[in-house]
């Protein structure tokens, strides 16, 4: 029997906004995250076989990372807040949602506007941002 492809899922990114509570992002046509690279250590030495497989110990991870794209609205005030945390470097609560499973949030305490690409486009098209949320520590899940 052949795997049956999984929906579209639906997904939120929600951004504390310089107020304690968290405010959804609008107008995001693109939102995925990645959840880091685990380092890779080479634990070999001298001693070692040299038709014997390179021992490896299985290092940390890298942060969680939420790249996002959307259309640009200048009148929205979390889309400028985006904007002005990414120029000071702001930490703010950053929140994940998915819609296909428990747990279907992910909260984190710190999150960084660390890639941020001001609207583009043409006269004829809408204009688009992109930028990356670097999140540190492990989320809360719920």
Known sequence: MPPTAALSLGKKLEWANAVPTLVQVEGLVSLEISYGDRAVIDASDLGTVKTATQPKLYGLRDADKISFRGKWDKDDTVH???LADFKAATPRQVRYTRTDATPSTATWTTGVVTSFQEPDGTKD???MFSGVITCDGAPTEA
């Open 80 to 82: 400028a807040a985006l």
């Open 125 to 127: 098209s809408p204009a």
